[in-house]
């Protein structure tokens, strides 16, 4: 399996009426890499419209950028050829962000396992399909007969996440790109989701991109940080040192939005947004761009 | 296999009422559609009761005649079956033709987007503002002697753009669903997301489409029928209720002449619309109730 994604220089601008020059540029000049080996998890962090989830996209060749280019391994995956493109979607495999949406309400859940089963040749009969579906839905730690044979709205939002768990984990892609996969789980669940995140990187050796905009789940994950605003990489490096010593006042000011469950630790001053928008304008600049990417 | 898809057909009808109720009355209406020659013929008994002056004009409703006679000594309940077969053959006609070429260019047009999008809405946005009557009436003043099938087609024509705007905009939504991204990122294709993706949601709107086309078909079939300009040789529903009114019927205790295509006009419509909704909730799990199975 080819090991590294590569993104370099991406921008991806859209169309937007009302707007100065006619366009919104959501992504602007992200470069940064992914490596298989070692299996690593790389948080990207950053509010709402700051541009991640359309970085997921264009990773996922979901959204072809407007400028720039996504590699994997070495090549531009909008130009690969048909054997190289089989081995791009086999080996980067998402899971979104909204457990409700992503089944086809249509169809029995078992539809969506199936499919990767079949268009990824998992297994040559039906037998060793079952067995392949089984066994990965107790991976993510569900009860097949819990699940198979219902329809997407007869189960949780846990539950139908985990699903989107037990397909990545039949297919062992080398990247899982994680757009907000935990935003829409209650605390215990996303702890169990993460908790699965992490079991794959040891046993199976797959590298995360998660993506997010919850600081606590980045510190829980441990590994890289990246946090993006507007468009723009601002920061990155270990979580333990963006954590302890942002550099970025964007970065602190995410910090100083966590909320702590202790009484004593209320929110003593209110965020005000259009603080966030001043701090764009005049600090942007005095931070220390980060130049080369980690990894 | 044969027998697994009937019993899941089977099944499905069971689940609901309305589809139940609804398939029945149309199964009804196509049976006597199919079987009107033969009942045509045994109303005769060897001749034509259609002809003009078969019988006596104006009889009234008794156990010769059930629905009594024209103001042409016609058989009224012959006429009432004849009629029901062609106006169900323009509405499946105009139906289908409508509800095919309007599904394809709502897929097109919605799944592509851009340009391609940009020419089909222009277009249909064209035909929609188009005042189609006053054109049909032209059209078959110009063809002299038109078949049913053709004013199929013509009614076709003008019918399509409501089916396409509807459907092009549900399409617009559910391309962006996480799902269809799902299926990407699953190496379908755009044909196979389409069929297996999309269509399956969107089956009750283009159930909703293939009914009002094909009702749509079958009123303006009535509207030519009034001036004259309908296809040679064929009566339909729409000019049985036309001679009723003209001949002032109803005065002359000919009531079924009137009521009756107009019961079996209703009937069809609720008959569609029951299907439609039935298919809807079969289709869509979410309306099944919570328990599901």
Avoid at chain 1, 8 to 22: E, P, S, Y
Avoid at chain 2, 8 to 30: C, D, E, F, P
Avoid at chain 2, 133 to 161: C, D, E, H, R
Avoid at chain 2, 203 to 229: K, R, T, W, Y
């Amino acid at each position: 399996m080819k090991s590294e994604l590569e993104l370099r220089g991406v921008q991806q601008r859209f169309h937007a009426r009302g707007v100065a020059d006619g366009y919104i540029t959501a992504v602007d000049d992200v470069s940064f890499s992914l490596a298989a080996s070692p299996p690593q998890i790389v948080s990207l962090v950053g509010q709402s419209g700051s541009g991640k989830s359309t970085i997921a996209r264009n990773v996922l060749g979901l959204q072809k950028p407007t400028a720039g280019s996504v590699l994997y391994g070495g090549k531009d995956i909008f130009k690969l050829n048909r054997a190289e493109y089989d081995e791009y979607r086999r080996d980067v495999q998402p899971v979104f962000q909204d457990p409700y949406a992503i089944f086809n309400p249509f169809y029995r859940v078992d539809r969506v396992l199936w499919k990767a089963v079949k268009k990824f040749k998992l297994a040559s009969t039906r037998e060793a399909g079952l067995t392949l579906i089984e066994e990965s839905l107790r991976a993510v730690r569900l009860e097949p007969e819990n699940v198979l044979g219902r329809y997407p709205h007869q189960l949780s939002g846990g539950q139908r996440q985990r699903i989107m768990l037990a397909r990545v984990h039949m297919l062992r892609p080398s990247f899982i790109i994680a757009d907000e996969p935990v935003s829409m789980l209650d605390a215990q669940v996303r702890k169990h989701f993460l908790d699965i995140l992490l079991d794959f990187q040891t046993e199976h050796g797959m590298t995360t991109l998660f993506i997010t905009h919850d600081l606590s789940t980045v510190y829980y994950l441990g590994g890289e940080v990246m946090v993006i605003t507007k468009g723009q990489i601002v920061e990155r490096g270990p979580v333990s040192t963006v954590m302890h010593e942002p550099s970025h006042p964007y970065t602190k000011l995410l910090l100083d939005s966590i909320p702590q469950p202790d009484p004593d630790q209320r929110w003593t001053s209110r965020i005000a947004v259009d603080e966030l928008d001043d701090l764009e304008e005049t600090d942007a600049q005095a931070a220390p761009a980060p130049e080369a990417p980690i990894l | 296999m044969t027998m697994r898809i009937l019993t899941a057909v089977l099944r499905t009808i069971r689940n609901s009422r309305r589809l139940a109720i609804g398939l029945l009355i149309l199964g009804v209406m196509v049976l006597l559609a199919l079987f009107s020659p033969l009942i045509v013929n045994a109303i005769g008994g060897g001749k034509d009761p259609i002809e003009v002056a078969a019988y006596e004009k104006w009889l009234v409703p008794g156990p010769g005649h059930l629905l009594g006679t024209d103001q042409f000594g016609r058989d009224v309940f012959a006429m009432v079956v004849k009629a029901l077969s062609v106006s169900l053959q323009i509405g499946a006609i105009a139906g289908i033709i409508s509800t095919v070429v309007g599904v394809i260019v709502a897929f097109v047009a919605g799944y592509k987007g851009g340009w391609i999008d940009g020419i089909l809405s222009t277009f249909t946005g064209i035909l929609l503002v188009i005042p189609t009557f006053p054109l049909l009436i032209a059209l078959s003043a110009y063809a002299k002697n038109v078949t049913l099938f053709q004013v199929g087609v013509m009614i076709s024509i003008f019918a399509w753009p409501f089916a396409a705007k509807t459907i092009r905009s549900q399409v617009l939504s559910l391309r962006t669903r996480p799902y269809v991204d799902l299926a990407r990122v699953s190496k379908a294709r755009d044909l196979e997301i389409i069929v297996t993706e999309l269509l399956p949601n969107l089956l009750p709107f283009i159930g909703v489409g293939f009914a009002s086309s094909a009702l749509g078909a079958i009123f303006g079939l009535v509207g030519l029928e009034v001036i004259g300009l309908g296809p040679g040789g064929v009566v339909d529903l729409g000019q049985i209720i036309f001679n009723a009114i003209t001949t002032g019927a109803l005065t002359l205790g000919a009531w079924p002449m009137f009521v009756v295509p107009i019961v079996l006009l209703t009937l069809l419509f609720a008959a569609l619309n029951m299907v439609n909704i039935g298919l809807e909730e079969v289709y869509n799990p979410r309306l099944r109730g919570v328990a599901g199975e």
